[in-house]
């Protein structure tokens, strides 16, 4: 089962070696819909992460992956 702790640690690693990512996002707050865009992690928050992607930057929360609102197909690539 995955948890908090260990979905920040993958993230603080791929920002850490490579920060480009893709993701997919459906959030209703905002009405975000990206897919399998490339993103950029710009910053990682003990609760949260930035990334930028399409000239826009968002926050996402660790529990949007893990509630699957937020897909990161690196991630998803070695079983986090």
């Not at 992460?49 to 992956?65: P, R």
Request: proline residues 4%; positive net charge; charged residues 30%.
């Amino acid at each position: 089962m995955k948890t908090v702790d260990r979905i920040r640690a993958e993230i603080v690693k791929l920002y850490r070696t490579d920060p480009n990512i893709h993701i997919d996002v459906s959030m209703n707050r905002p009405r975000v819909r990206i897919s399998n865009q490339e993103a950029r992690i710009k910053s990682v928050y003990p609760h949260i992460f930035n990334i930028e992607t399409q000239g826009k930057c968002y926050s996402v929360q660790y529990t949007d992956i893990l509630t699957k609102s937020v897909r990161i197909i690196e991630l998803e690539e070695h079983n986090v």
